[in-house]
């Protein structure tokens, strides 16, 4: 009879298990389709000319049209460089990211490694830097650029890139949880100087932070328009936030909807791209460095 009775439990907490997982499945498959709702509703807009009034579900067949239009010679005039903008961004985005990320962790072993007396200071100093916003400098920033003769150049969007609190943050908390001192001791008792055991100790363990921040740096400034709207004037020199502004405030959208929505799939793809090449890296590294070991 006891047996029975056990047999009877295992069998009720096996079918509880089972309604649990099936719910938990339902839920996260309507999350997911929430999610991806509206980026189905653009796909299907930038297959259209004009806007059409209510939800149109089925695709249409300018898609074709709207590419080349895009591309053409009389939307570039009109807007700047569709094709431009995208290389312009690459350029920017992808030069900003290396260096942020490369300085911010050279910046953060320094704080973790080395002991001097104005360490705790630096820490604090930089982190309370972390709390200005951008807007606070942006007129100073921009008359100092312009005075240097910087403006409507790409410099003053890539260089400053180097200081970023946020990412040497991250990067001391990873070291924190994942670079032991033992290891550099020992790199150094081996004869290894600093940067090179930087560049090839520390920088293989950092992989996973290198790639974290890689993706949220790279999106920060693919995204990024009040900057390069103080900066850059030169229509052939927009970077992809411009030219989707001109588009939007050139006329009527409902002319060249279109055009726009196109526009912002192949705006979205190299984002994508870029956290497909480095999702593997992204919870691991999340996880080490908001734990400190």
């Known amino acids: 009879m006891p047996m029975s009775t056990d047999v009877v439990g295992h ?76 290389k312009n961004s690459l350029i920017i985005s992808g030069l900003s990211a290396i260096l942020s990320i490369y300085f911010s962790a050279l910046t ?16 604090t100093f930089i982190l309370i830097v972390m709390m200005v916003p951008t807007q606070a ?12 003769g910087l403006n409507n150049s790409y410099i003053p969007l890539i260089v400053p890139a180097i200081a970023a609190p946020a990412v040497f943050y991250f990067m001391k908390q990873y070291m924190d949880s994942a670079l032991p001192l033992e290891i550099v001791e020992a790199a150094r008792i081996d004869g290894c100087g600093e940067f090179r055991t930087f560049n090839s100790i520390v920088i293989p363990i950092l ?10 740096t790279f999106v920060t400034n693919w995204n990024n328009y009040f900057m390069p709207r103080l900066i850059i004037e030169d229509k052939s020199k927009y970077t992809v936030p411009l030219v989707l502004s001109a588009m939007r405030n050139a006329g009527p959208l409902e002319s060249d909807a279109g055009l726009f929505n196109l526009y912002i799939v192949i705006a979205i793809l190299p984002v994508v791209i870029v956290y497909l090449c480095l999702s593997k890296f992204i919870i691991r590294g999340v996880a080490l460095g908001s734990v400190k070991g």
């Open 207 to 216: 992989k996973p932070a290198f790639a974290v921040q890689a993706i949220f």
């Open 11 to 86: 069998s009720n907490d096996r079918t509880r298990l089972l309604v649990r997982r099936i719910i938990a499945y339902v839920v996260l498959i309507l999350l997911v389709l929430i999610s991806l709702f509206p980026f189905y509703l653009l796909i299907v807009n930038a297959t259209r000319g004009k806007v059409q009034s209510g939800i149109e579900w089925i695709p249409s067949n300018l898609l074709g049209k709207n590419f080349s239009s895009l591309f053409s010679a009389k939307t570039s005039t009109a807007y700047g460089s569709v094709f431009g903008a995208l």
């Open 137 to 148: 400098s942006a007129i100073g920033f921009y008359r100092l650029m312009k005075d240097w």
């Open 108 to 123: 953060a072993y320094a704080i973790h490694v080395y002991d001097f007396k104005l360490k705790k200071f630096a820490f």
